[in-house]
């Protein structure tokens, strides 16, 4: 397997002595997550669950349950992959043997789990009982012309509370087996793309009593937290009414800065060159933080959360926590950790040192000058 030996691995012991901030990966499948723990990550940061329907035959039975009329034919389609979830869900906790791993509600672009060809429609149908052109108009009146601003994230819940439940339940089945096999687990519930508390609080609510439920029933100790990610700027600027409900925030730093600068993260790319030849931009905004747009959204976001509760749990899981200038800007801000691509982990490592050296924050606040 991959990982670090040698001095390469002995440096990067120096530097986790040094550093205060801590440093998870973002992965989706245990094998990603052991090459994370291999590159030395404290816990999974971010599992985008979205990622786990496009295997097999699991994008069919998603197809389904969105285009599914009624709540029956919905929680029917959940059932299937329930304990498909559930598997999932364990692989990655039995990876990160005991480290923190934070699982995010499924947060796709709609468009991305319905029907797009005539193909899949005419097996569709069918299947819910209804023909080929009810089914056209179903997906038609679904359709949307800017997905990514769109019904995703904790929107697409609100709609379909069945697969938070049906995420739930997976994710605290697999942590009870955990328990039962007298395994370390510590699962952590994110809910994308809140912009207000309102969202949250229903959220929290319908997964709560979930997870409690299960929890009680199997008579055993499980600890697991609901948190959310800051990723729209509404959510950063009223992140004091959040944090008396979220237990952590990570912040999602691609959705916030397309947001916060109002660049599509999939098309900026057409002129961020000439804004940076003009001298308007330093750098790209979506590889390094941009210190007053996302900056300040990060600062105000952690000065509200932390003044409502000084223990918040504050991480980032955008691009920008696997970059190492952002990384010291994070240091700065006194966040708790960064989340990355598994291959980023070892670099994420060094810059969190650097930047405590550089700050003398951490291990070096005797020497501060
Ligand atoms: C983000 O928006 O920064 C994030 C981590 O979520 P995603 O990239 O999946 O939208
Ligand atoms: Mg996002």
Redesign the pocket.
């Known amino acids: 397997p991959l990982g670090l030996e040698g001095e390469v691995a002995e440096l990067l012991e120096y530097a986790d002595d040094i550093r205060v901030l801590g440093v998870r990966a973002?992965a989706d499948i245990p094998r990603d997550a052991n090459v994370a723990r291999n590159f030395g990550a404290e816990g999974i940061g971010?599992c985008?669950t979205?990622h786990m329907f496009f295997e097999g035959d699991r994008i069919q039975k998603m197809r389904r349950m969105i285009v599914s009329k009624t709540v029956e034919q919905r929680e029917a389609a959940l059932a299937e992959l329930l304990p498909l979830q559930k598997e999932d869900f364990k692989g990655l906790f039995e990876a990160m043997e005991g480290f923190p791993v934070t699982i995010?509600l499924l947060?796709p672009p709609l468009h991305e789990f319905l029907p797009n060809d005539e193909e899949q429609m005419k097996e569709l149908a069918p299947q819910l009982g209804i023909t080929v052109e009810e089914l056209k108009e179903i997906v038609e009146n679904l359709h949307e012309f800017n997905p990514m601003m769109g019904h995703r994230?904790v929107r697409l819940a609100i709609t379909y509370p069945e697969v938070a439940v049906m995420q739930t339940k997976a994710i605290i089945l697999a942590a009870i087996e955990m328990v039962k096999e007298g395994k370390k687990v510590k699962p952590e519930i994110m809910i994308?793309?809140v912009g207000t508390v309102n969202e949250l609080k229903y959220l929290d609510k319908i997964v709560r009593e979930t997870a409690d439920k299960l929890i009680e029933e199997a008579g055993i100790d499980l600890d697991y937290k609901v948190g959310t990610?800051i990723?729209v700027p509404r959510g950063a600027i009223t992140a004091d009414e959040i944090a008396e409900v979220a237990e952590f925030f990570?912040?999602?730093?691609?959705?916030?800065?397309?947001m916060t600068l109002g660049f599509s993260?999939d098309d900026y790319g057409k002129f961020i060159n000439d804004y940076i030849e003009k001298g308007i931009y330093e750098k790209d905004p979506f590889k390094h933080v941009d210190q007053t747009g996302v900056g300040r959204m990060v600062k105000i976001a952690k000065d509200y959360g932390r003044s409502v509760n000084p223990e918040l749990k504050l991480g980032?899981?955008?691009?920008?926590?696997g970059d190492p200038e952002s990384i010291e800007f994070f240091h700065k801000t006194q966040l708790d950790y960064v989340s990355c691509s598994p291959y980023r982990v070892p670099i994420a490592r060094l810059a969190a040192a650097q930047a405590a050296v550089k700050f003398k924050r951490g291990k070096f606040v005797n020497y501060a000058d």
């Not at 980032?316 to 926590?321: F, K, L, N, R």
Request: glycine share 14%.
């Open positions: 973002n971010l985008r979205e995010r947060d994230g994308p793309l990610m990723e990570s912040f999602g730093t691609n959705d916030l800065t397309q993260r980032v899981c955008g691009e920008h926590g």
